[in-house]
C-alpha cells in the first residue's frame, strides 16, 4: 500500500493544520504512504469550498454522512467540535474506515468507550491526535526514560498555561460550552498533559483535584469561530459552563508523584505546554514555547561541570531531524502533526494499530473523568473505580 | 535605641547565616540599631569557641539557660534544631527577652501557639526567620501585587526543589528524623513557600496533599552536623521518619488557586524556590536560583511587544538596593538575613512588631498541619478546622 | 496574474527549502499568486528525478540551458553551488526570465555586478535569498527600529556560529573551496549578517578585519554533497582555501557602531545567528536558534520593572503570523523561505521590485570584499574605495 | 604572620567594596591571616569620617601622605580616582608598605611602569584589582581551561555592556575626563575584558580597534561623586573628553582570534561583563549580571544528549564555594573582593607576589594602549611594539 485516501471532517484550527500535514509528509518522509486528499467536510458550503481550495483538498462535502459513505476514502480524520466525535466515528468505522479523530475522544468517557469498541468491531485501524507526542524533543525525553538513563521516576510536574480568554470581554466561543465542547481547560490543555505523562512514564493510579470558572458570564458571540471570535460589551451573556482552570495530584502506578495544572489565565503564557520529569539518575524539563529544545540533567556528569543541558533537539541524532534542516534549524509546531500522520499511515501501510490510539484516548478520559469525580465528591480518587 | 545586645542560641548553618547578618548590617543600614554580638552559644564546648573566634561573637555558653538570663542580652536568636526551639523562646521570653526565631517554629502548631502565648504574655517583640521574604526581587513582586499592578490575583504555584539527599547513601541526618526535625521537605522547604503565599497574596482557606517518602532506610551517620554528613553503606541503617516530598492544591480566601511541591528528590536542582502569580493583569515569576531576578508580564503593554520581562532587581528602584552597589551588581543569599535582622531591630527600636513574627509562624504551621491532616484522612481539609 | 510558473537549479539543501515554500505558499498565504512548480534542474539524472518525485516538481531537467529556455517558465531559482549562479543568471535574465538566485549572488564583487546589470538590462524582476530578513522576530525589530521606538542607534553586533566543521577529519566539501564557494563562513555565514545589518540600520560606511583557518588540510571526501560527507582519515588530503572564521568591525553612515563575527568553529553552536541592537531609547537582541522569539527593552519602562522583554513572536499582532497558528504555537525555519517567496511572487504580481533584490546582494558583496581588502592590506577600508 | 594592619585611601564604592571584603574574609577564610583596619583616609574631613564609622576602620586620615608614613600600618589600599594611583603607590612602596591599587594602575603605560619598578625596588607585594577573576564561576572556566577540558582555543569573544550614561543630561561626573580617569569605558569597563583574557587563554600579540563619544558635551555636575551625580539642564556644558565606546579585535599569541567591546550606552545591560570561550573540545560562555553561572558545552557528550551546561557554580565541588553556603545559594558580587584580599594576605603571609599583581596591570595598559595606538593611526598594532 503506497497511499492512503483522506476524507476530513473539519476543517478550522485542526483542518488546517491536518491539510498541511498531509501536504508536507510526502517531500519529509516519502517513506510513509502518501495520503491522498480526497475530500473535506463542513457544513458551511461556501466556508468548506473555501478552505477546500486553500488547503487543496479535491473535493468539498456538506455532510459528513455522504464522506463516510463514499468508496475513494480509506481514513476518516474528525476534527469538528468534540461533541460530534462519537457519532462521525462510529458511522464511519461502520462504514470500514480508518479513523483519525482529534481530542478529546468524546465528551463522556462512555462515549469513548463507545468509539473503542466501535472501531475495534470493526476492525479498523484508529489513532487519536495527542499531536505534542511528536515533538521531536518530546520523544528524545521518551528515549532517555525508556533507555533507563534518568533512572527511576520521583516526579512529574506538568502545567499547560494560556491566557487567551483572560479578557472578562472574550465572547462565550463553543470551547467554553460544556455541551459542546465537554469541559474546559481540562479536557482541551490537561488531556495533552495526561497523555505526555502516561506516554513519558506511565499509568495513573489515583488523582484529587480542583477547578474553578473565574469569569462566569461572557458576551454571546456574533459568529461562532474556532480560537476568535468577537462579541459586544452591551449585547446578552451568556454563562459559561466549563472550567477555566483546573489542577490535580495524582499518584502513578510506577510509584511517582504528579501535579497538574491547565488553566487558561495565566497571563504571559500563550502556549506553555511544559513537563519535568525527575527521575533516580537525572532530570528532563519540557516547554512547548521552546519546542525545538530539551534540558537535561545527569547527576554522574562530573562534579565540577553539572547542570542542566539545553538540548537543541536539532540534530541528526534526535529523533526525525534527519528528515528536516541541517543542526540549529528548527523547526515549528506544524510538524508535530507531519509526524503524527506519519506514524498513522505508516501503521495503516504495516497492518498494526497506530500509537496513541482509541485506547490512549479512553484512558486519558478515565483519568480525566476520575479528575472530575474527585473534585465533585472533594476526595481522591483511584483510577479503577472509573472501570 | 542606637544598640541592640544579641545572645544566639545554634552556631551550624543558619547561625552562620545570622552572624554574617549581624556584622553586615552597621555597615550597610546604618540606618538600624547596632547589633552587638554579646554571645553565641551550643553544647560542644570546642564548637562553640570556634564559632565565637570564627563569627565575632564577644562569649561563649554552652547552656543556652545560663544565656537567656544573662542581662547584658536584650534578643536571643534561636536557631538550634527544630525541636529546641519551644523551651527556648519560652524561657527566653519569660526573661523579657525579644525573640528571634528560625522556622520552623516549633514542631507541632500546639507548640507554636504556646510560644506565641509566651510571648504576647511577655510582651516581648518577636519574629521568624521566613528569609525568602526579604529578597530584593520578591519585595518587589509584593510590591507590584499591593500596587494592584498584577490585578485580582487567579493563580500561585510554587516548587522548592532540592536534590542533596536524593543519593539513597547520604546518611540520616537530624533533618531526616521528625523527633528533631519535625518534618521533612514539607517543613523545612513547603514552610517557606507557605509563608511567600500568604505574604504576596493572603490568606489559605483549604488544602489537599499527599506526600512520599522515597528512600525508607539510610545509614546511620557517624557524626551528625547541619547538612553534610558521611555514612558507612556497610553500617547501620535507620528508618527515614519524615517526608521526602510533599505536593499540595490549595484555595486561597481571595478566589486564588494554588500549586505547591516540596521536594529533595528533583536531580538537578540545588535550591529553585520558584513561584509564578498569575494575575488579571499580569503575572511575575520567581525562582531563588537566580535571586536577583524578577520576570514580569504586562497584559497592557502594546501588543506587539508583549512578553515578560526579565529584571534585575538592582537599581535604586527596587527595594533595599540603595543601600548596596551600582545597577546590575548582584547580592548572595546572605544578605536576605542582612534585610531581615535590619526589620527586627528596626521593629525593636520603633517599639512595634517585627513582620513577619510569630503569629506567622503559628499561621504557617496551620497550614502545614492543615496539609498533614489532609495526607491522613484523604481529603480536602480547611484550614479553619484547626482552629 | 494569478500563477508564476518556477523552474529551479540545484536540489540540494536550499532547493528542498524552496520546494517547500512554494508548495507550502497557497496554503497560508492565498493573497499571492500561486507558484506552479515545472521543473527541476541538476546535473545528475537520477538525483535530479528523485528530488522532483519527493518535492512534486512537475518535470526534470539536467541541462539549465535547457531550463532557462523552457517558454512554460516565468521565473528561474538558482541555487546551484555560488560558482554557476552568474552563468545562469545571465542568461536566465537574456531569455526573460525573473530570477531568484541564493545568496552569495557570486563569486566576486565584479561578477555580482555583471548579474545586477544583466538583471536590469532584461528588464526583469530580480530577487536574492537572504531569508533571515523574513523571520517574524527578526521583522518586528525592524518594524520597531523604523517606527524610531529603538531610537538612534548606537551599536549593532552580530554574530554567526556554527560548529558542523569543528572536527579536524571533516572532509574537504565544496563550500570549503574557495573556486567553489568564493569564501568561507564570511561569504556563507557573514553575508547573511552584513545583510542583517544593512536591512535593520542602514548602509556601511568602512570596516577593518581579519581571518584564519584553524584547520588548514581536510581529508577528501569520496562523495561530495550539501552538507554532509564523508572522508577517509587515511585518504588523500586537500588544502582548505576559505576562511573558517572572520571578524570584523564597521562604523554604519548613520554613526552606529558594529561588530560582526562567523566562524564554524564555535563548539555548542548550531546555528546561532544572533544580533543585538542598542539605541537611545531601547534595545533589541534576536538569536536564530529561538527564531519565534525577540527580546526587547525599553529605556521609558517604569523605573522598577524595565528588563529585557522576552517576547514571543506568534501573536496576530506580529508580522505574517495570522496567516500561521494561534498565539503561542511557533513556526520554523522553512518559512522564512515561505515568507520569501510571497515577497517574490507579489512583487512579480505588482510589477515592482521584490526585496531584497540583486542590488542588495552587490551591497553585501561590496561590504564583504571590503572586509577582504582590509584583511589583506591590514587597515581600514571604506566602502566607497570598492565602488 | 597572622594579620596584616591596613590603611586604605579611597572610600567611595571600591572603598566600600575593599572595606566589606576586609570586614567578611576572617567569617569565611578563617586561613587567611587577619585584616585590621586601622585607617581610611580622604580629603573631605566629613566624608572620611563618616565612612571610618560606617565601614568600621579604627581612624580617619585626610592626608595620605600622613596615612603611607604610619608604622603601625603595613599594607596601602589605593582607591581614590585613577589620576592618584601613582603618587600614592611609589610614595607608601618607598615606605616599605605593600600595595593594593585597583584598576586601572595608572592613567598611561609610562606611569604603571613606574609604580611597578618603585614596588619591586621596595621588595613589596603589589596587587591590582581585578576582582572579575575572582568570581567562582570564572575560576571554573580558568580550571576548565587550563586543565584542557575545553581544548585548543580558537575564540575569546567579550563584551562589558552598561547603560549608565545613556541619559545625555546624565552630568560630566569624573569618569567622563580624561585627565582624571585616563580613559572612559576602554579603560574602565575595557580593561577588566582584557585582564579575563589574559587570565583566561593568555597573552595579546596584536590588536585593531575603534571608538566613539557619543555624547559631546554634559552638563556640569553640582557635586561630583563616584557613579552618581546631578546636573542641571539649563546649567553650563563641558566637554566629554573620554571614549562611550571602544570595540577591538585581537589575536592572541596562542593563535586565537578576539572580539572586544566595552560600552555605557547599551540600554537594558546594566552590568553584561560576559565573555564565550570556544575551543576544539567545548566552550564556556559568562555572563556577570548571572555572575554565579557558567554555561558549559562539551563536545564529547553522547550525541544525543549535548548541549550548553547550565553550571550553578555554588557546589563544593566549585573554587571557593566550600566557605559559603550550601549547593544552589549564591553569592554577590562584593565576594569578588573578598576573595581577592583573601589571595593578597595570603600571599603577603606566604612571602610570594599576590596574582593579579602590578605586572599584570602593566600588561593590561600595554593592551590598552596598543588598542588606542591603532584608533589613532587606524591599523593594526602589535603588543611588542609599546614595549
New interface residues.
Given amino acids: 500500500m503506497d497511499k492512503v485516501r483522506v476524507g476530513m471532517v473539519g476543517y478550522k484550527?485542526m483542518g488546517?493544520?491536518h491539510?498541511?500535514a498531509y501536504?508536507?509528509l510526502?517531500?519529509f518522509f516519502?517513506d510513509a504512504p502518501k495520503p491522498e486528499m480526497k475530500a473535506v467536510c463542513g457544513r458551511d458550503p461556501q466556508g468548506v469550498e473555501a478552505a477546500r481550495?486553500?488547503?487543496?483538498w479535491e473535493s468539498a462535502e456538506t455532510d459528513w454522512r455522504r464522506l463516510v459513505e463514499r468508496d475513494d476514502i480509506d481514513l476518516v480524520d474528525i476534527n469538528a467540535p468534540s461533541d460530534a466525535h462519537k457519532e462521525i466515528a462510529v458511522a464511519a468505522a461502520a462504514a470500514g474506515k480508518h479513523l483519525f479523530c482529534e481530542k478529546p475522544l468524546a465528551l463522556t468517557l462512555d462515549d469513548a468507550r463507545d468509539m473503542l469498541a466501535a472501531a475495534e468491531k470493526a476492525g479498523v485501524k484508529h489513532m487519536i491526535g495527542f499531536n505534542y507526542r511528536f515533538v521531536p524533543a518530546v520523544q528524545?525525553a521518551k528515549?532517555?526514560v525508556a533507555e533507563g538513563r534518568i533512572g527511576k521516576i520521583?516526579?512529574f510536574?506538568a502545567?499547560f498555561?494560556?491566557?487567551?480568554i483572560?479578557d472578562p470581554e472574550f465572547p462565550l466561543v463553543w470551547r467554553l460550552q460544556k455541551e459542546i465542547a465537554g469541559s474546559g481547560s481540562h479536557g482541551d490543555l490537561g488531556a495533552h498533559l495526561i497523555d505526555l505523562a502516561r506516554f513519558l512514564i506511565g499509568e495513573f493510579e489515583e488523582v484529587?483535584?480542583?477547578s474553578?470558572t473565574?469569569i462566569k458570564e461572557r458576551p454571546i458571540p456574533s459568529s461562532m469561530t474556532g480560537?476568535s471570535a468577537k462579541g459586544s460589551a452591551d449585547g446578552p451573556r451568556g454563562e459559561v459552563t466549563v472550567d477555566d482552570?483546573t489542577?490535580?495530584?495524582a499518584?502513578f502506578a510506577g510509584?511517582a508523584?504528579g501535579?497538574f495544572?491547565a488553566?487558561r489565565?495565566?497571563?504571559?503564557?500563550?502556549?506553555?505546554n511544559a513537563f519535568?520529569i525527575?527521575?533516580?539518575?537525572?532530570?528532563v524539563k519540557f516547554d512547548?514555547?521552546?519546542?525545538n529544545e530539551l534540558q537535561?540533567?545527569?547527576?554522574d556528569?562530573a562534579?565540577?561541570?553539572?547542570?542542566?543541558?539545553?538540548?537543541?533537539a536539532?540534530?541528526p541524532?534526535?529523533p526525525y531531524m534527519d528528515a528536516?534542516?541541517?543542526?540549529?534549524?528548527?523547526?515549528?509546531?506544524?510538524?508535530t502533526f507531519t509526524h503524527e500522520v506519519r506514524e498513522l499511515l505508516l501503521a495503516i501501510a504495516g497492518n498494526r494499530q497506530p500509537v496513541p490510539n482509541f485506547t490512549d484516548g479512553v484512558k486519558c478520559q478515565e483519568v480525566l473523568e476520575a479528575v472530575d469525580l474527585s473534585i465533585a465528591e472533594?476526595?481522591?480518587v483511584r483510577i479503577d473505580e472509573l472501570r
Avoid at 278 to 283: I, L, V
Avoid at 303 to 312: I, P
Wanted: glycine share 10%; aromatic share 16%.
Fill in positions: 484550527f488546517k493544520a491539510s498541511n501536504r508536507a510526502p517531500m516519502p481550495a486553500q488547503f487543496g528524545l528515549k532517555l520521583y516526579h510536574r502545567t498555561l494560556q491566557d487567551w483572560i484529587v483535584g480542583m474553578e473565574f480560537l482552570a489542577l490535580f495530584l499518584r510509584g508523584l501535579s495544572e488553566t489565565f495565566a497571563a504571559g503564557h500563550r502556549c506553555t519535568e525527575n527521575g533516580s539518575k537525572g532530570s512547548f514555547e521552546r519546542m537535561v540533567f545527569f547527576r556528569d562534579e565540577d561541570v553539572q547542570g542542566f543541558r539545553r538540548v537543541l536539532t540534530d541524532a534526535h528536516w534542516w541541517p543542526p540549529g534549524h528548527t523547526i515549528g509546531f506544524e510538524h472533594r476526595r481522591w
